[in-house]
């Protein structure tokens, strides 16, 4: 099994799709989750930690509006786990709106500079699109398990 960052790393039916193809879905969701659950933070939904604005940080400038910091502080763990991407562009609203170009560009720009395997895709738009779409995922998937099992 892979970890696969999907993005929009919010999107349900992406992360499903992973999921049925045998492979773990990296998800904003899984990290809110995790904030809102985790013991000892004192005042959801403000959620935020020391380590927080380090993780940032690390990625964008101070100057950088504290938004896409702050995002990307979210985003930085599914980055740092992640063992393969999924990246869909032109996506509807619907199917995970990330909410900030700035940040999705710069996502977008940390996933590519990071040596995994990664698959680009554009929002399908007719059914015949939508078939493709699955089928270009599917695939992806299965090249990702035959190479974990040469691997291991």
């Known amino acids: 099994m892979v970890k696969i960052l999907v993005y929009p790393s919010n999107s349900l039916i992406l992360a499903d799709l992973v999921a049925r193809f045998g492979h773990e879905p990296l998800t904003m969701m899984r990290v809110i989750r995790r904030k809102i659950k985790e013991v000892g933070i004192d005042s959801p939904p403000i959620n935020v930690t020391p380590e927080d604005p380090k993780r940032g940080l690390k990625y964008a400038a101070v100057d950088v509006p504290s938004g896409v910091r702050g995002r990307m502080a979210l985003l930085d763990p599914l980055i740092e786990e ?20 700035r940040t ?34 599917r695939d992806f998937c299965k090249s990702l398990t035959s190479t974990a099992e040469v691997t291991a």
């Open 82 to 101: 992640a063992e393969a991407a999924i990246i869909v562009h032109e996506a509807d609203y619907s199917f995970g709106c990330m909410g900030c170009a």
């Open 104 to 137: 999705n560009e710069l996502a977008k720009y940390v996933i590519r500079n990071k040596d995994i395997p990664r698959l680009e895709l554009v929002y399908p738009t007719n059914d015949d699109e939508a078939r493709e779409f699955v089928r270009k995922i």
